[in-house]
């Protein structure tokens, strides 16, 4: 409930409250930094049947700011909200106007609500350079809000790679991205044929197997993530290049490095910024590329420790909690002031 003394806000999310991981990165790691700034904050999930929806909007009227997690409504929807709480910021980390599956991307629907709720907005949070330029198509209060580090889930340390140790290679990924993984293919195998002591694992929900090149498929769960991020050296970030890519916010690359692993990964995205030039991982597109790139760390312990120690660096500069609340805050005051 508001509280007459605080700065009120509700979040409105669709996502599980208890569980959700960019619910998490966007809203909880923020929540301490705004609360001991006098800002009070309620979470709610929004329920799916429309009467559900309008009962939830009726009870708004005591926030001064409506922070909205992902979730893109119709106009419609956002004239009840505005009607009640017009003070709207609206906070997405992947490009929501678009289908990660249709073809080219387009999904009509999708696009008309993700417009709708720019518009209605009064500030727009977004979690990548592709996002930002999405939304300031039709708002101009736009700010850039990367994605934030956990500080208790990753080590923050280089994990040493003994002499006769096979350099390991991670992929870390769900059954949406594993299509990536395996578009990848022609590549690792030419890895596994061109570096010796070279093995793969792959932590997900799907399967990959190669002639070539060693792997252990492992299946996801929060502690073989955590083992396997503590015990391999690089991090894979296979994509493609397509308007849902550019625009999204990688995890896997901030998981890599905040875990003390370079990685390797096409050049498409934000994972061209967070290689800060090959400070912090190698770009590869052509199979002689990521030959060259897993070479290259197979064969140079030190360098695969200094573009580690750069890449965590980079992540505690770049996107800690510290480092971005207070500009979540300053988005907030343009639109309290």
């Not at 009870?59 to 409504?73: A, E, N």
């Not at 590329?289 to 140079?300: G, N, P, Q, T």
Request: hydrophobic fraction near 45%; charged fraction near 20%.
């Amino acid at each position: 409930m508001p509280d007459p003394d605080s700065k009120n806000v509700v979040v409105l999310t669709s996502t599980n409250v208890e569980h959700h991981l960019t619910l998490r990165l966007r809203v909880l790691l923020m929540q301490p930094y705004l609360e001991a700034r006098n800002y009070k904050i309620d979470i709610v999930q929004i329920p799916r049947a429309k009467a559900g929806r309008r009962e939830l909007f009726a009870t708004l009227s005591g926030y001064d700011l409506v922070w909205i997690h992902r979730q893109t409504f119709h106009f419609y929807e956002l004239r009840w909200v505005a009607r009640i709480s017009p003070n709207i910021v609206f906070d997405f980390d992947d490009p929501v106007g678009y289908s990660s599956s249709k073809f080219a991307n387009f999904s009509l629907k999708r696009w008309l609500k993700f417009r709708a709720t720019v518009r209605a907005a009064k500030a727009v949070l977004a979690a990548s350079p592709g996002l930002v330029d999405l939304a300031s198509r039709w708002n101009d209060n736009v700010h850039y809000i990367p994605l934030c580090a956990e500080p208790e889930k990753y080590s923050m340390c280089v994990t040493p790679r003994a002499a006769d140790e096979p350099l390991r290679l991670l992929w870390i990924g769900g059954r949406s991205t594993f299509k990536y993984l395996e578009a990848c293919r022609s590549a690792l195998e030419a890895i596994g044929l061109a570096c010796a002591n070279v093995e793969l694992v792959v932590v997900g929900h799907a399967e990959l197997y190669l002639q070539h090149l060693k792997v252990t498929n492992l299946k996801w769960s929060v502690a073989v993530e955590t083992e396997q991020l503590a015990r391999c050296h690089v991090g894979l970030v296979p994509q493609s290049d397509d308007r849902w890519t550019r625009a999204k916010a990688s995890l896997k690359p901030l998981q890599y490095l905040a875990s003390g692993l370079p990685f390797i990964g096409n050049p498409v995205g934000v994972v061209k910024g967070f290689s800060q030039g090959g400070t912090n991982g190698f770009l590869a597109s052509a199979d002689q590329e990521w030959v060259s790139a897993v070479r290259k760390l197979a064969e140079d312990e030190a360098l695969r420790i200094r573009m580690a120690q750069s890449g965590i660096d980079y992540v505690q500069r770049v996107h800690s909690a510290d480092v971005l609340a207070p500009k979540v805050e300053a988005a907030f005051q343009t639109v309290l002031a």
